[in-house]
């Protein structure tokens, strides 16, 4: 089973909550997944939005 999010942080910690922070913060509210895949959608010099790709680990087919 694979879920999507759409996550924004920022590139640099003195602007607040990195994108690398987000990614850990979700992946630890649902440790039954693992990040296989992101998309930039946006970035600038202070933000980056990321569609991230979440499966759920031992995945049987």
């Given at each position: 089973m694979q879920r999507t999010a759409i996550l924004r942080g920022t590139v640099?910690?003195?602007?607040?909550?990195?994108?690398a922070e987000k990614i850990n913060d979700k992946l630890d509210k649902n440790p039954e997944f693992e990040l296989v895949q992101t998309t930039v959608l946006d970035?600038?010099?202070?933000?980056?939005?990321l569609l991230c790709v979440f499966e759920k680990k031992n995945q049987e087919d």
């Open positions: 640099n910690q003195e602007y607040g909550k990195t994108i970035s600038s010099d202070v933000f980056c939005t």
